[in-house]
Every structure is written in C-alpha cells, then in structure tokens.
C-alpha cells in the first residue's frame, strides 16, 4: 500500500513543550518556610483544583491520547483549505493528535489514505467527498474497528451505516438562495451558462433544485453548460467560459450559475479578460480568494450563497468529538446557508475577508452546535 505524508498539526507540541517547561521552573521559592508539611498540602491543593477542572469531561478523554485523521477528496481550492483548518484547530482546541489529508481529486490516493487511517486504528475519522461504493466499504470496515466516523458531501448510504453522521452544507438551501435572487433580479427570464459537474452528492442536490427552477420559470433558458473535477479546475473552467463567451454575442447572455466557487473564479476571469460586463455570475461557496474577486471595482461575482467552510470543519469536529465521548448524535446534519452580495461586500470602508466578514453578516462563521460543556472544559485545559 502506498504511504501518504500526513499535514502534521503542532499544537499539541507546542502545548506539551509549554506544559514541560512549566514543570521544569525552579521550586525552591515556593516554600519560604521550609515545612514539607505545608508543601505537602499546597500539593494536594493543586491535585485537587486540577481534579475539580476537568469534572464533566468524559474519562476517555482525560485518560487516553485521541488520533482523528481528516481525509478529503477534493482539494487545490481555499474552500478546502479552510475546512481543514477548522477541523484541526477545533480538534488541537480539545487536545486531539489531528492529521489532515487531501487527495486533490484523486479517488485511489483518497482511499488509499482512508485505508491507511484504518491501518492505523485511528480513534476517529472525517471524511469529505466520499462519492463512490468504495467509500462505503472502506466507513463499514472502520466502524467495524470501532474508528468513529462523520463524513461531509459524502454519500447518504453511509447513514446506513451503525452510528455514522453525514453532514452537508444545506445545498439545496445553498442553490435556492442563488437562484431566487437571479430569478428576481431578472424577473425570471434570461438566458444562462450553467457550471456544473456531476458524480458528487452536493452536485447532485445543487442540480436538482437547478432543474425544478429551470421547469418552473419557463423565461429560464440555458444555452450553455460547462463542469469538470479536476486539480486545475479553475483554469479549466476560465477556458471553457472564454470559448462560450467567443461563441454567444453580447446580449445573448445574461448569467452564469456557477455551483461550486472554482468554477466562479474561472468564469468571473474569463468575463473580465473578455470585457463582458453584461454578464453577472451568481455562485456557491465562499472563501477569502471569492471575498477578493467580488469586491474588485467591476466584477460580475454579484452573489455568492455559502457556509463558513471553517465552520463546517469545526462543526464535523465536535459531532466526531461527542461520538468519541459515547454520546447521542444524528444521522444527517445540514448546516445554515447564508447568501452574500457584491453590494454588501463594497460598502465596507476596508476589505472583507473570511474573519471580518461576520462584521456586516451577523452570526457569520458562529454557532454552538454541538459545542458542549464538558468541550469548553476540555478546551480551557488544553
């Protein structure tokens, strides 16, 4: 089997070097008075506050190290990047050994590493984009190892599985919200490039809210469509729309309906360098190379409906973290949609980007899901 080399996170490092330097400090001041009876108890003091500090926190945690691995499909986007820095930071919070991985697209080096994870009777396992049989078989042999699993725009069979959690993005909330605006801004006719690649679950969802809007507003004409999957995607995807663009007048098209934010990047470059200001994009998903295109003096980025793709990592995070603990959890998981406009974006006097961006969309980025007590004590320990 070939071996991957795994993005190490280093806050569980740098807490232990923080926590052995503490204890190496010099003791001689601390007992003036020379009794050892007096040290004696200011030691059994401190046992007991560190006993006291940790009460409501599930054993498990407080007796063993905990290995989460986190494994995605997709990757080469800051989509994903965010993602997996939710995922370790929320897990390096709680004091677990956290990996993360991304295949880039590759379907062998994705379950080549999940069965790498298996191998390594990691403790737990999050998963994003598994969309084929195999994933299904790879989940099943981990839980039967007893490895905890929540899995994000993965297959929904895997809910078929004992105790395993699939979480989403709400994509059929995420594709409404872009389209009734489009549909309202162009009082629902006009002519549409639809970017779109099929073989995902998200896309599958995203697709199916497309097709009922596409029957139910009879004015909606698409005269294009474009998708593919791949590392290079974005420049794919410029290349494609550069091509329709030469092939379609101006005034022939009104939109584009980009699902996924590498395939906005790529249309909102390729209508730029064409001069197309007719055209305005309306997208899904959203990161900070996203927040910098749509406030650029002229983009035809005007909406964009998405999650905190930071959030979503964290949010996966505590729903493994409650499994861990032995604690009820569900079976599906959708998290809020949010729809974010280029109008919005320039009326802050600076740029926004995926930190300030809860300044002019309250609640961005923030939610107590999941998040439990015994998580903040854990947190405050750690």
Known sequence: MKRFSFSKTLMGALMATILLAGCGDDNTGASNNGSAENNNDNNSQNENNGSSSMEGVPERFTEEDTKIRVIRKIGGDDHTAQFLAGAS????SLGFDVDVFTANGDTA????AIAQAIDENVDGLIISHGDDSATF???????EKGIEVVAFDSIPELTDIDNVTVTSQDD???AELALEQLVQDYDGEANLVYLWVDGFPPM???NNIYTDYMNEYEGLNEIDRFGVAAEDTTGQTQNAVASMLNAHSEGEIDAIFATWDAFAIGAARAVNEAGRDEIAIYGIDVSNADLEIMQQEGSPWKYTAAVDPKLVGAVNMRILAKKLAGEDTPDTYDLEATLISQEQLQESDAPVNMESLQELI????Q???FLEDWMETLKANN
Request: hydrophobic share 30%; no cysteine.
């Open 362 to 365: 309250p609640g961005w980025g």
């Open 367 to 369: 939610t107590d899901e």
């Open 204 to 206: 599958v969802r995203r």
């Open 172 to 174: 059929e909330a995420l």
């Open 89 to 92: 930071e929320e897990g390096n």
């Open 137 to 143: 078989d790879a989940v099943e042999e981990a839980r």
């Open 109 to 112: 080096r994705f379950h080549d």
